[in-house]
T-cell receptor
Framework: AQKVTQAQTEISVVEKEDVTLDCVYETRDTTYYLFWYKQPPSGELVFLIRRNSFDEQNEISGRYSWNFQKSTSSFNFTITASQVVDSAVYFC??????????????FGTGTQLKVEL | DTEVTQTPKHLVMGMTNKKSLKCEQHMGHRAMYWYKQKAKKPPELMFVYSYEKLSINESVPSRFSPECPNSSLLNLHLHALQPEDSALYLCASSQDFHRAPQNRGFFGSGTQLSVL
């Protein structure tokens, strides 16, 4: 069975601080896909990044960066110079191929990030 | 058009009512999904449709009945719900993640359902 663990339930930082959200996953599949989604209070899940199991290259997109470590089954997300608009719940998710088609996403429990002035 | 549109945004219903949630996408995705999200919890998969056929039902009670009339539409029919079914219902669509590196799940903004 697949499992995603986000041990940090809630993180509070002051604006401009850097913050790292942790994600640890478990899977028996050799090919899998990892995602981060942001969920603001409005409820919509906003896609941030996808990472393939066979590509361990880290990625930076503006203030966001991701560190994928296959050896430790971790896919951590760092926000540099956080802003109030970054306040949201962040979900890490793992993809499973459903027999018969489709891709099931297994979500972690989420990390509530609060950025204060 | 890279949107998944869900209607209604809010729904209040009694336990004896019958209602339907609707979801639409025009991205040509052949897989569509229903997720249920309780407050302060992660989304949990309910159903997957692939090429308009139900490919998985995550042991969802029969008071939830999904329907995929065509490749762009997904419905969730609700009947005799319980108060504990109150939640945010999210629809999603995707192409197969294996086929292209940019493929991923696109989510609608959800229907906030309250069962009285």
């Amino acid at each position: 069975a697949q499992k995603v663990t986000q041990a940090q339930t809630e993180i509070s930082v002051v604006e401009k601080e850097d913050v790292t959200l942790d994600c640890v996953y478990e899977t028996r599949d050799t090919t899998y896909y990892l995602f981060w989604y942001k969920q603001p209070p409005s409820g919509e899940l906003v896609f941030l990044i996808r990472r393939n199991s066979f590509d361990e290259q880290n990625e930076i997109s503006g203030r966001y960066s991701w560190n994928f470590q296959k050896s430790t089954s971790s896919f951590n997300f760092t926000i540099t110079a956080s802003q109030v608009v970054d306040s949201a719940v962040y979900f890490c998710a793992l993809s499973d191929l459903v027999t018969g088609g489709g891709n099931k996403l297994t979500f972690g429990t989420g990390t509530q990030l609060k950025v204060e002035l | 058009d890279t949107e998944v549109t869900q209607t209604p945004k809010h729904l209040v219903m009694g336990m004896t009512n019958k209602k339907s949630l609707k979801c639409e996408q025009h991205m040509g995705h052949r897989a569509m999904y229903w997720y249920k999200q309780k407050a302060k919890k992660p989304p949990e998969l309910m159903f997957v449709y692939s090429y308009e056929k139900l490919s998985i039902n995550e042991s969802v009670p029969s008071r939830f009945s999904p329907e995929c009339p065509n490749s762009s539409l997904l419905n969730l029919h609700l009947h005799a719900l319980q108060p504990e079914d109150s939640a945010l219902y999210l629809c999603a669509s995707s192409q197969d993640f294996h086929r292209a590196p940019q493929n991923r799940g696109f989510f609608g903004s959800g229907t906030q359902l309250s069962v009285l």
